[in-house]
T-cell receptor, first 112, second 112 residues
Framework: NAGVTQTPKFRVLKTGQSMTLLCAQD?????MYWYRQDPGMGLRLIHY???????AKGEVPDGYNVSRLKKQNFLLGLESAAPSQTSVYFC???????????FGQGTRLTVV | ELKVEQNPLFLSMQEGKNYTIYCNYS?????LYWYRQDPGKSLESLFV?????AVKQEGRLMASLDTKARLSTLHITAAVHDLSATYFC????????????FGPGTSLSVIP
């Protein structure tokens, strides 16, 4: 039972480099979310998707892009990484707007 | 814009004692979630509250929702060390395409 799987688990980037974080879910969920977690700030919503082919901005979307080409995958891209994007990134998915979300194990990203 | 607040942010309590964590939010919603996060781990769902007056209980934890006051409580009864974790409430912003916004979290430490 995989649930929500994030790839990679850890990554170190140099300032200006780009990368893509992959989130895959096998529960046939419609909704998917990307959050970042920083000490003392809880989880902040970056982007989310309410269905295949749709995306929407969250609280802190600047510097990130997303795509949901397939229902089971939600990709988070950093085009030009900055030290301020050092964080733990969590992906989550849910059946819909009134159901609990299931979270991946997180990706720890360090930008130097 | 939806804001979610929690208090206290830090809570140290003795085993056997009772305490309540509060979650306030700023816009209309009748969808609220509670999650638990252990240090270095992902988040797991505790409760889903979907209507005014909803009450859910699991073991030593009980959650309630008052949508008129825009307030949810998480009550801890006779705390045990295993309850030490960070607790987050999250609110579904129904006015904004089902964004789910998290509070800053309450870090609970239960001391023997």
């Amino acid at each position: 039972n995989a649930g929500v799987t994030q790839t990679p688990k850890f990554r170190v980037l140099k300032t200006g480099q780009s990368m893509t974080l992959l989130c895959a879910q096998d529960m046939n969920h419609e909704y998917m979310y990307w959050y970042r977690q920083d000490p003392g700030m809880g989880l902040r919503l970056i982007h989310y998707s309410v269905g295949e082919g749709t995306t929407a901005k969250g609280e802190v979307p600047d510097g990130y892009n997303v795509s949901r080409l397939k229902k089971q995958n939600f990709l988070l891209g950093l085009e030009s990484a900055a030290p301020s994007q050092t964080s733990v990134y969590f992906c989550a998915s849910s059946y819909g707007g009134n159901t609990e979300a299931f979270f991946g194990q997180g990706t720890r990203l360090t930008v130097v | 814009e939806l804001k979610v607040e929690q208090n206290p942010l830090f809570l140290s309590m003795q085993e056997g004692k009772n305490y309540t964590i509060y979650c306030n939010y700023s816009t209309t919603s009748d969808r609220l979630y509670w999650y638990r996060q252990d240090p270095g781990k992902s988040l797991e769902s505790l409760f889903v509250l979907l209507s005014n007056g909803a009450v859910k209980q699991e073991g030593r934890l009980m959650a309630s929702l008052d949508t008129k006051a825009r307030l949810s409580t998480l009550h801890i009864t006779a705390a045990v060390h295993d309850l030490s974790a960070t607790y987050f409430c999250a609110v579904d912003d129904e006015t904004s395409y089902d964004k789910v916004i998290f509070g800053p979290g309450t870090s609970l430490s239960v001391i023997p």
